[in-house]
């Protein structure tokens, strides 16, 4: 086994969670918020993407982050006549997020950081433990 590869792989897979999880967090902080005008664009639910590289120095297999896509899933409304942003059938347009999947995909993306972050920790013990063999 080779212990670079695995350090590799699991820490661009920590850095790609890590990325995940702040678009994620954007989406919940932004789920309510109403445009700025009236019948103007509310915020748009970012999607994450990701693509495979492989490091030509260690030959690892890599994940790394890829464009940032809006959701093209239609604006929620909600009838709210006193709210400024309301248009003259007194309907907000408000932003394509759901919390309720939001938060399904931070707790995935939590378990995927967690699952790199073990990867990292038994390596690092492997490590530890073919030094201790080694001095023997």
Same mark, same amino acid.
Request: no cysteine; proline share 6%.
């Given at each position: 086994? /080779?212990? &670079?590869?695995?350090?590799? *792989?699991?820490?661009?897979?920590?850095k790609v969670q890590s990325g995940r999880?702040?678009?994620?967090?954007?989406?919940?902080?932004?789920?309510? +918020?109403? $445009?700025?005008?009236?019948?103007?664009?509310?915020?748009?639910?970012?999607? $994450? *993407?990701?693509? %495979?590289?492989?490091?030509?120095?260690?030959?690892?297999? &890599?994940?790394? +982050?890829?464009?940032?896509?809006?959701? @093209? %899933? $239609?604006?929620?409304?909600?009838? /709210? $006549?006193?709210?400024? +942003?309301? /248009?003259?059938?007194?309907?907000?347009r408000m932003p394509n997020v759901n919390?309720?999947?939001?938060?399904?995909?931070?707790?995935? %993306?939590?378990? +995927?950081?967690?699952?790199?972050l073990n990867m990292v920790t038994s @390596?690092?013990?492997?490590?530890?433990?073919?030094? /201790?063999?080694?001095?023997?």
């Open positions: 086994m /080779d212990f &670079l590869k695995s350090l590799t *792989t699991a820490a661009s897979g920590l999880m702040r678009i994620i967090a954007e989406n919940i902080a932004n789920a309510d +918020s109403a $445009p700025a005008t009236p019948g103007g664009e509310p915020y748009r639910r970012k999607i $994450p *993407t990701f693509k %495979a590289q492989v490091d030509r120095e260690t030959g690892a297999a &890599l994940l790394e +982050s890829g464009h940032v896509r809006r959701d @093209t %899933a $239609p604006f929620r409304t909600k009838y /709210d $006549p006193g709210n400024p +942003s309301a /248009d003259v059938r007194g309907e907000v919390a309720l999947i939001e938060t399904m995909d931070m707790r995935e %993306a939590q378990r +995927s950081y967690e699952a790199n @390596t690092r013990r492997m490590v530890s433990k073919t030094l /201790d063999i080694l001095k023997a």
